[in-house]
Every structure is written in C-alpha cells, then in structure tokens.
C-alpha cells in the first residue's frame, strides 16, 4: 500500500498528537525498527522518520494496526483505514455501509470511539445532504463479522454523531 502526501501528513499529526516520543519508539521497535536507524529527539521528527521507514517497506498497515491497538478509543482518520482492508480492520465494512446509507463519501465520517459492542462516528455533513432528511435510527448488517448494528443519530444542530450498537443474538427455544 502506498501513502499519499496527504494521508501521510494525517498519519504523522495523528501519531504526534496522540503518542509520546517514547510511545513512538515502542511503536517502532514492536514493529522491527532497529533503534539506531534515525536517532530522533522530538515526537515529530521521530514520526515523520517512522511514517517513512513503514512506508518504504511496505508496513503501514501494521503500523496502523499497532496504532489502533495502542488507541482503540481515538478517531482514526477513515482514509487511512480504508488503505488496509483487512480482517484485522472489520469495523471498516460497517462504517462503509453507513456512509452508502447516508449517501455521503467515507471520507466525512471519524471514528470516535470503538469498543467490543459499540462505535461512536462524528459524520460532516453538506448542508444539502442534512436538509434532505437523515433518519434517526435504523439498522445495518455487517457481512464480515455477521453482526447487526443498531444505528443512532444523535444531534445537536451543528455536530453530528451516530452510535453502532451490536445487535444482541436473540437465543433461539
């Protein structure tokens, strides 16, 4: 997979403003990274260097992978996600049936947070789209981890949110 100028500046402003410099060596060096290949000071020269050295070996995804483990709870910039379609990322297929439900790009919603049994996305919306109606709740069937989602719309006239719930399995008699 390879980054464009733009999702690697999203990566890098992401990484620096949610890791510390030592959390960014960690990251590195879980990843292979030799400790002696960029000798860095500061959270953004050490990103910029790490973002890099994954990027030419064709590792982002596991970078992306570490950074999600690391905070499952931060908002992951969706265009990154959407670089590594893997089973490792399953929350991806449902934000992408939500953004067909919405009939907006991917690229508006952010996850916000991620647990086992819930998702909280922030949703920008046009105001041509907002204007045209949005449900407030309805239900969405993800087929890779054959799950239903419950989806609610919470609002408050300028930010907009939606809450995935998985759907409890009913237990057959």
Not at 48 to 75: H, S, Y
Not at 103 to 118: A, F, G, M
């Amino acid at each position: 997979m390879e980054l464009t100028t733009q999702d690697r500046t999203t990566l890098r402003k992401f990484i620096e403003k949610h890791f510390s410099l030592d959390e960014i060596k960690t990251l590195a060096f879980d990843l292979g990274l030799p400790e002696n290949v960029f000798p860095c000071r500061h959270t953004e020269e050490c990103a910029r260097e790490f973002i890099g050295w994954c990027d030419r070996r064709g590792e982002i995804c596991d970078l992306l992978r570490k950074v999600i483990q690391a905070r499952p709870n931060f908002p992951i910039p969706l265009q990154l996600l959407q670089k590594c379609q893997t089973s490792s990322l399953p929350v991806l297929s449902i934000i992408k049936q939500l953004a067909v439900t919405l009939q907006i790009p991917v690229e508006n919603i952010v996850l916000c947070h991620r647990s086992r049994k819930t998702m909280m996305v922030y949703v920008s919306f046009d105001e041509a789209t907002y204007a045209s109606g949005v449900v407030a709740k309805f239900k969405l069937f993800d087929p890779i981890d054959n799950q239903h989602y419950h989806v609610l719309h919470l609002t408050d006239e300028s930010e907009h949110y939606f809450l995935l719930s998985k759907k409890r399995k009913s237990l057959g008699v």
